[in-house]
């Protein structure tokens, strides 16, 4: 009895030796993940992704490691690669959300929003307070001017925390791209008011006043947010154009300077210093900036105007006159092309019976350009289609007289032809031949 329990003992005592080095062998074998982990915090993303390939090479599974890897992927900037892992995790482990989540991202940074859509709707319908998801599928309503489906889903947060000012501002913009003014400054102001530092909200609520013929007020906030942050050019930049719509020349120009001594020099804000300046009776101050101006664009009308008139203030008259040429010289086409639409204009009024419009628009062009035939045509028209005598005598005469000062292709003969028909169209009508 005493032999047999001792054989029992020696038999438990190798099974648990077996049991014990398997499971030590085990040990070895699985992943430690929060080694992993770390080295993700760490920002050694170089050794998460050979520790993890290290890993799939003999476990091709484990979809949390291609997860990690992805992950690594990502923070080095190969997001090809980081979604091909992703891609790798969702097929081995479909039901999970974080990897259905990071495709839709990855989708969403390519642009690809038609294919994160459905997918951020799915997650959105299992956690409708998954502010993630929210965030990233709102982007995309708003994106396809689906602004009441965002606004659906800012105000279930908006409920949830009705302190919480950033959800306000999304919920404020939202409403405003509805075109509720008055709505979208109710819900800015709401956001200053939860937090007076907010520049967002300060700039939303001043264009919403703008647009609600409020500059003054506007203009009030943006001065209120540059006193909040000073270093905000764009504060400068609303302000600036609100007191130049304005005709507020100094207080625009002072702006603008601002935004030039940021290192900004756009051409729009060159140009509006140099007009500032000539706007209050610095013509020297403003030819710098005009001239910077020109060389980032010489076809722009207003800069050769301005600089032609500030160079005449200054008495120098040959840089003046430059400008005025090089104006005239872009004008030139266009006042071409505008004489032959009010042409083309006329033409098809004429041919549709409304002649007194036809005429208005022969003579509009006729202004634009040294067409004497157009006169013609005029005195035509009231001669034949009108029986408006006196003027079609008008219009003859006048055509007579322009004949005397231009060059013309007409003959003799068709001068006498005008001759006769005014002669005709001045002859009383005898008594008997009268209606």
């Known amino acids: 009895m005493k032999k047999l329990n001792y054989m029992k003992r020696i038999i438990i005592t190798l099974i648990l030796a077996v049991l014990v080095v398997f499971h030590s062998g085990l040990a070895q074998t699985k992943p430690d993940n929060s080694k992993i982990d770390i080295l993700l ?80 709707q799915n997650l959105s319908a299992i956690d409708s307070m998954n502010w ?13 001017a689906k602004y009441d489906e965002s606004i659906s889903i800012y105000n279930r947060f908006y409920k949830q925390d009705s302190l919480n000012y950033s959800i306000i501002d999304k919920l404020g913009f939202a409403t405003l791209k509805t075109g509720d003014l008055f709505g979208a400054i109710d819900l800015f102001n709401k956001s200053i008011t939860l937090n007076n530092k907010n520049i967002n909200a300060i700039k939303n609520v001043a264009y919403c006043y703008t647009l609600t013929y409020r500059a003054d007020t506007a203009i009030q906030l943006l001065t209120n947010g540059i006193e909040i942050d000073p270093t905000d050019i764009d504060l400068y930049v ?24 940021s290192g900004d020099s756009t051409f729009l804000y060159l140009k ?31 800069v050769s105007s301005f600089l032609g008139r500030d160079y005449s203030k200054i008495n120098d008259f040959k840089k003046s006159a430059y400008y005025y040429r090089h ?32 005429i208005t628009n022969y003579l509009l062009g006729q202004k634009l350009t040294s067409d004497i035939n157009t006169t013609m045509i005029v005195a ?14 008008y219009y003859y005469e006048l055509y007579l007289n322009s004949m005397k000062s231009v060059k013309s292709n007409m003959g003799s003969e068709y001068i006498e032809k005008v001759k006769k028909r005014i002669e005709f169209l001045k002859t009383p009508i005898p008594a008997n031949k009268q209606p």
């Open 380 to 393: 035509n028209i009231y001669d034949e289609k009108l029986k408006n005598f006196p003027k079609a005598i």
């Open 132 to 144: 993630t998801y929210s965030y990233y599928l709102t982007s995309i309503y708003i994106q396809e």
């Open 238 to 261: 609303r302000r600036a154009a609100l007191n130049y719509s304005l005709n507020r020349n100094k207080r625009a120009l002072n702006d603008y300077l601002k935004i030039l001594s």
């Open 41 to 120: 915090i760490r920002g050694d993303y170089k050794k998460v992704i050979d520790t993890c390939q290290l890993i799939l090479a003999k476990d091709t599974l484990n979809s949390e490691i291609y997860y990690k890897m992805g992950l690594a992927y990502q923070n080095v900037i190969s997001d090809d690669k980081a979604f091909e892992c992703f891609q790798k995790a969702l097929s081995i482990s479909p039901e999970n959300n974080t990897y259905k989540f990071m495709i839709a991202k990855s989708y969403y940074n390519r642009g690809k929003s038609n294919l994160a859509k459905p997918i951020l």
């Open 327 to 358: 104006l005239i010289k872009i004008l030139n086409p266009f006042v071409q092309q505008t004489y032959i639409n009010y042409y083309m204009l006329a033409e098809v009024l004429k041919s549709d019976g409304l002649y007194e419009q036809a």
């Open 272 to 302: 509006r210093a140099g007009i500032g300046y000539t706007n209050n009776l610095q013509p020297k101050e403003s030819i710098p900036y005009l001239l910077k101006a020109y060389e980032k664009d010489s076809t722009d009308l207003e």
